[in-house]
């Protein structure tokens, strides 16, 4: 039998994770506004502008929530940016500085190139008034060779004569020795274009050399200019982080706003079932049932299912599956009985739904009790069962009770959802107050199919009570016999009758025997 209570085991697993949210079961799925639990109401509800109140109230704060949110990641964005503007000034100032460096030494070397183009400016203006006066030079030559020529015309000194020859060759190469004709405006170009070159680099008033020393101004303004805004983004910095934490703690104060307002929401009582048509509150149900209602209920239905395996442990044969029915039965019936008093304006329906949680729970409780019996013995199960019971009551009970009025953390929620009284609690509770469909299924489902491995566990029984008793009733007997006889006459003379075998159920083993 130890598969079953492996089997139990992963259903309870299972149902520790499964969708079983006490709160779910009475909020309609539809409703975007947490409540209380439903309570039992004598008279007019008198809770329904403080309901409405509530309800706008966890409007505006959802808002504020989204804006708070939205104003974080604002700022937070804002924070990268200035890390981004802080790097981009940063690596601007160093570009500026080195600018400004650049911009001196340029200075500088126009400084030097401005002497240099001066002295070559003058040079040039040598060079080409003495070319330019070329012509006249060789005009005044020519003049020269030309009277010394006609002087020593009639001369017949043969020197003189050697000389005159030598005059006439050389006034041959002066007339030839002449400049083209556009080599004058080419030096005068040369000459302008080297004194303009050397007044920009040097004179002030200059395009160049003003617009050198103003670059450089501007240059070592620039640096100045960023290295000042350096230091004023620095302290911006300080205070865009100052205005991160300041939103952030706007948000957290935001969402401790709403999460109060819906400690608020459901510290009120579940509007008054009303009926349809009424003109009462607008999101009042039709039915309501308090869920500790649903979850003394299940209470009951649970230990009355482990009183209910050990009556049917003792019957005999079909008297057990017999047992089982009847008081299946007779537990629904009571359960549903106080379901309609503790409910208000419950459904068919509805009523039938809890019915069936009910006789459900009561042999999935019943079956454990048979599971564990079967396997740890009939007093080690019969404990096991107990103070599995107790420990359900204890803590189903507590969840429950204070998701009436609050939240719950995760881990009790969980170790409530892995136990049967937990599953019926929710499927009544989610019938008798429309609420989550999910979580009513799921209950049922769980609670049939632990149901089910208790009743393969009364099935499959070889060994039954009936069984365990004939065999001592016979050992005590041989061991009588044992006892009294001395001898084999005396045992064949004096032993009585054998005793006749109780009547053995169908299937039994001493029967096949």
């Given at each position: 039998?130890?598969?079953?209570?492996?089997?139990?085991?992963?259903?309870?697993?299972v149902?520790?994770?499964?969708?079983?949210?006490?709160?779910?079961?009475?909020?309609?799925p539809?409703?975007?506004?947490?409540?209380?639990?439903?309570?039992?109401?004598?008279?007019?509800?008198?809770?329904?502008?403080?309901?409405?109140?509530?309800?706008?109230?966890?409007?505006?704060?959802?808002f504020?929530?989204?804006g708070?949110?939205k104003?974080?990641?604002g700022?937070?964005q804002?924070?990268?940016?200035?890390?981004?503007?802080?790097?981009?000034?940063?690596?601007?100032?160093?570009?500026?500085?080195?600018?400004?460096?650049?911009?001196?030494?340029?200075?500088?070397?126009?400084?030097?190139?401005?002497?240099g183009?001066?002295?070559?400016?003058?040079?040039?203006?040598?060079?080409?008034?003495?070319?330019?006066?070329?012509d006249a030079?060789?005009?005044?030559?020519?003049?020269?060779?030309?009277a010394?020529?006609?002087?020593?015309?009639n001369?017949?000194?043969?020197?003189?004569?050697?000389?005159?020859?030598?005059?006439?060759?050389?006034?041959?190469?002066?007339?030839t020795?002449?400049?083209?004709?556009?080599?004058?405006?080419?030096l005068?170009?040369l000459?302008?274009?080297?004194?303009?070159?050397?007044?920009?680099?040097?004179?002030p008033?200059y395009?160049?050399?003003?617009?050198?020393?103003?670059?450089?101004?501007?240059?070592r303004d620039?640096?100045?200019?960023?290295?000042?805004?350096?230091g004023?983004?620095g302290?911006?910095?300080?205070?865009?982080?100052?205005?991160?934490?300041?939103?952030?703690?706007?948000?957290?104060?935001?969402?401790?706003?709403?999460?109060?307002?819906?400690?608020?929401?459901?510290?009120?009582?579940?509007?008054?079932?009303?009926?349809?048509?009424?003109?009462?509150?607008?999101?009042?149900?039709?039915?309501?049932?308090?869920?500790?209602?649903a979850?003394?209920?299940?209470?009951?239905?649970?230990?009355?299912?482990?009183?209910?395996?050990?009556?049917?442990?003792?019957?005999?044969g079909?008297?057990?599956?017999?047992?089982?029915?009847?008081g299946t039965?007779?537990?629904?019936?009571?359960?549903l009985?106080l379901?309609?008093?503790?409910g208000?304006?419950?459904?068919?329906?509805?009523?039938?739904i809890?019915?069936?949680?009910?006789a459900?729970?009561?042999?999935?409780?019943?079956?454990?009790?048979?599971?564990?019996?079967?396997?740890?013995?009939?007093?080690?199960?019969t404990?096991?069962?107990?103070?599995?019971?107790?420990?359900?009551?204890?803590?189903?009970?507590?969840?429950?009770?204070?998701?009436?009025?609050?939240?719950?953390?995760?881990l009790w929620?969980?170790a409530?959802?892995?136990?049967?009284?937990?599953w019926?609690?929710?499927?009544i509770?989610?019938?008798?107050?429309?609420?989550s469909?999910?979580?009513?299924?799921?209950?049922?489902?769980?609670?049939?199919f632990?149901?089910?491995?208790?009743?393969?566990?009364?099935?499959m029984?070889?060994?039954?009570?009936?069984?365990?008793?004939?065999?001592?009733?016979?050992e005590d007997?041989?061991?009588?016999?044992d006892?009294?006889?001395?001898?084999?006459?005396?045992?064949a003379?004096?032993?009585?009758a054998?005793?006749p075998a109780?009547?053995?159920?169908?299937?039994?083993?001493?029967?096949?025997?």
């Amino acid at each position: 039998m130890k598969w079953n209570v492996v089997l139990a085991f992963v259903v309870f697993v299972v149902a520790a994770i499964s969708p079983m949210n006490p709160a779910t079961t009475w909020t309609s799925p539809n409703s975007d506004q947490e409540s209380g639990a439903p309570a039992a109401y004598a008279g007019p509800d008198q809770l329904v502008g403080a309901r409405r109140a509530a309800g706008e109230a966890a409007a505006q704060a959802s808002f504020l929530v989204q804006g708070t949110q939205k104003l974080v990641d604002g700022t937070e964005q804002l924070k990268d940016g200035s890390g981004e503007l802080v790097d981009g000034i940063q690596a601007a100032r160093d570009g500026a500085d080195q600018l400004s460096k650049g911009m001196v030494e340029l200075q500088n070397g126009t400084g030097a190139l401005a002497d240099g183009a001066t002295r070559l400016a003058d040079s040039v203006d040598g060079a080409v008034g003495q070319v330019v006066g070329f012509d006249a030079v060789r005009g005044q030559v020519l003049s020269a060779i030309d009277a010394t020529l006609r002087s020593t015309k009639n001369s017949r000194d043969p020197q003189v004569v050697d000389l005159r020859g030598q005059l006439e060759s050389l006034r041959s190469q002066v007339e030839t020795a002449e400049l083209p004709a556009d080599i004058e405006a080419q030096l005068n170009e040369l000459k302008t274009g080297s004194r303009e070159l050397a007044n920009q680099l040097s004179v002030p008033g200059y395009a160049y050399h003003d617009g050198i020393y103003s670059a450089t101004n501007g240059a070592r303004d620039l640096a100045n200019g960023l290295n000042e805004m350096n230091g004023r983004v620095g302290e911006a910095t300080g205070g865009i982080d100052e205005l991160v934490d300041g939103v952030g703690k706007i948000d957290d104060m935001a969402n401790t706003t709403k999460d109060r307002i819906s400690d608020v929401q459901r510290a009120l009582p579940a509007p008054a079932p009303v009926a349809a048509g009424s003109g009462e509150e607008a999101n009042a149900p039709s039915s309501a049932l308090a869920p500790l209602a649903a979850m003394l209920v299940s209470a009951l239905a649970v230990i009355a299912g482990v009183a209910l395996a050990l009556a049917a442990y003792a019957a005999r044969g079909r008297n057990r599956w017999l047992t089982l029915g009847v008081g299946t039965a007779f537990i629904t019936a009571a359960g549903l009985i106080l379901v309609s008093i503790l409910g208000t304006s419950l459904s068919p329906l509805a009523l039938a739904i809890s019915g069936l949680a009910l006789a459900l729970v009561t042999l999935a409780s019943a079956g454990f009790t048979w599971i564990v019996r079967a396997s740890f013995g009939r007093t080690g199960g019969t404990a096991v069962a107990g103070i599995f019971g107790l420990l359900q009551m204890a803590v189903v009970g507590w969840v429950w009770s204070t998701a009436a009025t609050g939240n719950v953390d995760l881990l009790w929620r969980t170790a409530s959802s892995a136990l049967p009284m937990h599953w019926s609690t929710a499927a009544i509770s989610a019938a008798g107050n429309q609420g989550s469909a999910t979580a009513m299924w799921t209950g049922l489902a769980l609670s049939a199919f632990l149901a089910l491995l208790g009743g393969a566990a009364v099935a499959m029984s070889a060994r039954t009570v009936d069984d365990v008793e004939y065999e001592e009733y016979y050992e005590d007997y041989a061991d009588d016999l044992d006892e009294e006889a001395p001898t084999e006459v005396a045992t064949a003379v004096e032993a009585p009758a054998p005793a006749p075998a109780p009547r053995r159920a169908r299937g039994s083993r001493l029967g096949r025997e």
